[in-house]
């Protein structure tokens, strides 16, 4: 009987470990997308709780690899606005946690990003302003995504979104993102330890699929040479919109 168990774990681990490789891929080929995938499929083999943990640590270790590899191309003034944007609303993401309202801002987060994806699709061949060059927006923007990143572990959307309408190649903004990322994750981290959220089994789960993490990612950097400009945005925006429709399931079932 133990050695069926043992089997079916070391099978389950398996599946997770392909799930972590293409999480890993899409990370770096896009420079976001590893919860999007990871959460979700994940949470039908482990607990959705100890999914969320292991792929936040695996996340954190994956965005200051990037950062570090492609700095060179951060777009600091972007990065600088939407970080502090994003550390000082990130408690108002926890109270809304606390509070039960993630469901609501779960369909509120699911219905706006289908609709910008689905703009962002059909605008792919025209021609696209970018944002104002402004420090309030860029805020509200980095605040937006803090909240999100503390109530529902989904902060990518409106920097997506955000970053599309800068206009930056896609090297800058895969550099830029990891950057908030990794500032993001580097509060979000010390939120959790503080909290006494990461356990034992959490740690053993994060370290059983990091190579699997670590394979896919590396995988994803070699392939992001060979994606242009036109095929990198069509990438993002289905992810993007991937994320919208994922949210409005999620918030119709939870």
Not at 127 to 154: F, H
């Amino acid at each position: 009987m133990r050695n069926v168990l043992l089997h079916h774990q070391l099978w389950w681990l398996a599946i997770l470990m392909v799930i972590i490789f293409v999480a890993g891929f899409f990370q770096s080929a896009a420079g976001f997308g590893f919860a999007l995938f990871a959460v979700p499929i994940g949470a039908m083999i482990v607990t959705p709780r100890d999914v969320v943990v292991s792929v936040f640590l695996t996340t954190c270790v994956i965005s200051l690899i990037l950062t570090r590899t492609q700095r060179e191309h951060i777009v600091w003034v972007e990065a600088q606005r939407l970080s502090i944007g994003a550390v000082l609303a990130m408690p108002l993401g926890v109270w809304l946690l606390q509070s039960g309202s993630a469901s609501m801002l779960r369909l509120v987060l699911g219905v706006s990003t289908t609709a910008a994806a689905l703009w962002s699709l059909v605008m792919a061949s025209r021609l696209r302003r970018p944002w104002a060059d402004s420090n309030l927006l860029g805020g509200l923007v980095g605040a937006v995504s803090g909240v999100l990143n503390t109530s529902l572990a989904t902060n990518g959307p409106p920097l997506v979104i955000y970053l599309q309408g800068r206009q930056l190649t896609p090297e800058q903004f895969r550099a830029t993102i990891s950057m908030i990322f990794s500032v993001s994750n580097a509060v979000g981290l010390v939120m959790l330890l503080g909290g006494n959220a990461i356990r034992v089994v959490d740690v053993e789960l994060f370290a059983s699929t990091l190579l699997a993490a670590a394979a896919g990612t590396a995988l994803g950097v070699r392939q992001s040479v060979k994606i242009n400009q036109h095929h990198f945005g069509l990438m993002v925006n289905i992810l993007l919109l991937l994320g919208g429709l994922t949210s409005l399931v999620r918030a119709c079932f939870s």
